[in-house]
């Protein structure tokens, strides 16, 4: 069976600080990935998704960058992060092809200070 | 752009009674998910309908589908304190690539009272 990890659950940074948050699915080869947000108290937004190794697609403009540096692993990042920042984010992979359930993982909560 | 809006907003409602959630999305979609959110946690799958007039029910919860209303309805019946969570439909668009990215709704905070 398939899963999904996400590394940290929880994150504290300051504002200006780096970021690297990561996923890696199990149980499967080359899955969509895609990375969402959930500013508090609001729904989820898709960031970056990714079809394949080393392709990165991105939806919204902001102050993040997504990598997907093996099959199965999707690595969110920022250089300094902004209050803006803080949030929810999850991670979710469908299938490969044209998939259009997703799984989402268990999510990591990120507090900007 | 595609927009999907849930009403209400926060429902605050007594054990044993029966309540709809409502979510109405701008645009033709095939599929229609709805989720559960606890506090701090990820999203739950609660139901994946996929064509007009599909209902699905489970337990306290169920769901349907009018596609021709872009109408989809989670109905709560006699409620109870574990029910309460924040309730997200969401529907799919596709994406340049051939995979597909969800558009959610506002959520719905639901407050279950003894």
């Known amino acids: 069976s398939q899963t999904i990890h996400q590394w940290p659950a929880t994150l504290v940074q300051p504002v200006g600080s780096p970021l690297s948050l990561e996923c890696t699915v199990e149980?499967?080869?080359?899955?969509?990935l895609y990375w969402y947000r959930q500013a508090a108290g609001r729904g989820l937004q898709l960031l970056f998704y990714?079809?394949?190794?080393?392709?990165i697609s991105s939806e919204v403009p902001q102050n993040l960058s997504a990598s997907r540096p093996q099959d199965r692993q999707f690595i969110l990042s920022s250089k300094k992060l902004l209050l803006s920042d803080s949030g929810f984010y999850l991670c979710?992979?469908?299938?490969?092809?044209?998939?259009?359930?997703?799984?989402f993982g268990p999510g990591t909560r990120l507090t900007v200070t | 752009e595609l927009k999907v809006e849930q009403n209400p907003l926060f429902l605050s409602m007594q054990e044993g009674k029966n309540y709809t959630i409502y979510c109405n999305y701008s645009?033709?979609?095939?599929?229609l998910y709805w989720y559960r959110q606890d506090p701090g946690k990820s999203l739950e799958s609660l139901f994946v309908?996929?064509?007009?007039?599909a209902v699905k029910q489970e337990g306290r919860l169920m769901a349907s589908l009018d596609t021709k209303a872009r109408l989809s309805t989670l109905h709560i019946t006699a409620a109870v304190h574990d029910l309460s969570a924040t309730y997200f439909c969401?529907?799919?668009?596709?994406?340049?690539?051939?995979?597909?990215?969800?558009?959610f709704g506002t959520g719905t905070r639901l407050k279950v009272l003894a």
């Open positions: 149980g499967t080869s080359n899955p969509n």
């Open positions: 969401a529907v799919d668009t596709p994406l340049n690539s051939g995979t597909y990215k969800y558009i």
């Open positions: 990714s079809v394949g190794i080393g392709q």
């Open positions: 979710a992979w469908s299938p490969a092809g044209l998939s259009w359930e997703q799984y």
């Open positions: 645009t033709t979609s095939d599929r």
């Open positions: 309908l996929l064509s007009n007039g």
